[in-house]
């Protein structure tokens, strides 16, 4: 399976942005699906974006319009932009790859804090 690596979390006051990178131990053009996910306290793990291996998209309607994910297939990364951050984004995101021979494999996860 292939090792993921989350990074690019932290702090950052409501309104401001920040970038999460998704690092993969090996190619990500075959890997079927890519996502980002989060888990605030007490709730469960959603799917906030994620992308195909042919580069199509979908998000959770609350964040549409503010994240964006992307990938860099030559540094085997996948990305999401955060912008206008509101409290309630506040998780830890998590990266997922999501592949039909070798099935699914999750990142150790990044923090996300929003203050008010």
């Known amino acids: 399976q292939v090792q993921l690596v989350e990074s690019g979390g932290g702090l950052v006051q409501a309104g401001g942005s920040l970038r999460l990178s998704c690092a993969a131990s090996?190619?990500?053009?075959?890997?079927?699906?890519m996502g980002w996910y989060r888990q605030a306290p007490g709730k469960q793990r959603e799917l906030v974006a994620a992308i195909t291996s042919g580069g199509m998209t979908n998000y959770l309607d609350s964040v549409k319009g503010r994240f964006t994910i992307s990938r860099d297939i030559a540094m085997n990364t996948v990305y999401l932009q955060l912008n206008s951050l509101k409290p309630e984004d506040t998780a830890r995101y998590y990266c997922k790859a999501s592949d039909y021979l070798t099935g699914d494999s999750w990142g150790q996860g990044t923090q996300v804090f929003v203050s008010a």
């Open positions: 090996e190619s990500i053009f075959n890997i079927n699906a």
